[in-house]
């Protein structure tokens, strides 16, 4: 327990089951938690001590509500849109927000992302200039490009494009799913990708994880999602020798002094592109996976930050990790409804298991239009193991026995990650 923060309370800015773990983390700290939103029925607000039914974009209305609960901090870290409004709202009240309005851009608008790294000469994918359909015959495109909405998160609204005709279908999808109505229309790299964690600590800028992302491929027409994360990544040490230091620097040339992030990019060969920024934590929970590597939960740290404007005990991190790790993204079909979770009792008994976070609970529907987007992960399930042989067991156990059916028996779920291609992949050792 956390003597600094013992007997506090913290508010939590937008639910969502993500935000769940926060109340874990709060109650073994002994801090009280509350969580407001718009939704008067929300897995979170059942497990916290209170609930609001306050908007999260109401900032006088969240920051009446905090002074009259007596909240000691305000946080969120899971959704994008809401961090310039936690920004405000803790600038009014005097209280802590990791990033500033202005920094929150490079999570909520692509396009200030991009400008921001080509500023700190951190490579980006090449970028045209389409601010309307006309401007697409008026334009040289060397295809295949991807359109997606400048300020969209998701996954939703993108498509790639081969052709004109693909992107003036993709720029009204894209618009659609934009709340300023613009666009991004970027060369399309389909090659590798990974993910770059950072934390920051009093100014110090660390890279503390990389992972490779595994795509699901059953899918034919749609933007490919994440089936599977590695750590570590197979491109660390590259990583580390040509690139960290650029995006340390940016970091801390836009000013950041506390707080966690992620970087999404693509590598060809040994040439990294950035392409996308959240400076918040990622959905696939990467601080529970620093937790049993580290001793360091990301999460319970920025409670931390959120209470006192410090992070609290340093630590020192280095993404060439000890262990072995995965992160099963369990990808299921548009439109079924699950009736049950088989296999997750026994699973739960393993130790290696870390952590099983559910998106969707009994009753849910996978959404019909969910296809190609984030909606269709049905949880997240993270191992270790100590050895890659160790890595594959441990995987092939967790796709058998972890199965949500419908009420008819029937899987929801979609094939997970090829075995034997994750072998070919781990050609490199720790």
């Known amino acids: 327990m956390n003597s600094n923060i013992s007997g506090k309370k913290i508010l939590i800015i937008g639910g969502g089951t993500p935000s769940s773990d926060l109340i874990t983390l709060a109650h073994r700290n002994n801090v009280k938690v509350g969580v407001t939103d718009y939704f008067e029925k929300e897995y979170t607000k059942d497990v916290a001590d209170f609930a609001h039914n306050v908007s999260t974009i109401d900032v006088d209305a969240v920051v009446d509500l905090v002074k009259k609960e007596h909240y000691d901090g305000i946080i969120t870290q899971f959704v994008d849109s809401l961090l310039p409004y936690v920004a405000r709202q803790a600038e009014k009240l005097d209280m802590f927000s990791p990033f500033t309005e202005e920094q929150a851009k490079m999570s909520t608008d692509k396009g200030y992302f991009k400008r921001t790294c080509q500023q700190y ?31 969209g998160s998701g996954s939703r609204g993108i498509t790639v494009c081969y052709s004109k005709e693909d992107l003036k279908t993709g720029f009204e999808k894209a618009v659609d799913k934009s709340k300023s109505g613009s666009v991004i229309v970027e060369q399309f790299l389909p090659y590798d990708e990974i993910n770059l964690t950072y934390i920051i600590q009093d100014g110090d800028v660390q890279l503390a994880a990389i992972h490779d992302r595994y795509f699901n491929t059953q899918q034919t027409g749609v933007i490919k999602i994440p089936d599977l994360y590695i750590y570590p990544s197979r491109y660390t040490d590259m990583f580390l020798e040509k690139y960290n230091d650029k995006v340390v620097n940016m970091l801390k040339g836009i000013g950041l002094k506390n707080g966690s992030l992620f970087i999404q990019a693509i590598v060809k060969e040994d040439e990294v592109y950035l392409y996308e920024a959240g400076m918040r934590l990622n959905g696939c929970k990467t601080y529970q996976i620093l937790e049993v590597e580290n001793d360091y939960n990301t999460y319970e740290h920025l409670m931390n930050y959120a209470l006192t404007g410090s992070m609290g005990r340093h630590t020192d991190f280095d993404p060439k990790f000890k262990r072995w790790y995965a992160t099963w993204c369990v990808v299921s079909k548009p439109g079924m409804v699950i009736d049950r979770f088989e296999g997750k009792e026994e699973l739960q008994s393993y130790p290696w298991l870390i952590h099983i976070a559910q998106r969707y ?27 890659k042989e160790q890595l594959y067991e441990r995987l092939e ?4 026995l972890f199965n949500p059916v419908d009420s008819e028996g029937n899987s929801v779920l979609m094939q997970p990650h090829s075995i034997d291609d994750l072998k070919k992949s781990l050609d490199y050792d720790l």
């Open 121 to 151: 000469d951190v490579p980006v994918p090449k970028e045209y200039n389409i601010a309307a359909l006309n401007d697409i015959d008026q334009t040289d495109i060397d295809f295949p490009v991807i359109i997606k909405p400048r300020d």
């Open 361 to 387: 609970q009994p009753g849910d529907k996978i959404p019909e239009d969910s296809k190609g987007t984030l909606a269709q992960l049905t949880a997240r399930i993270h191992i270790y193991a100590d050895t």
């Open 397 to 400: 156990k967790t796709f058998k």
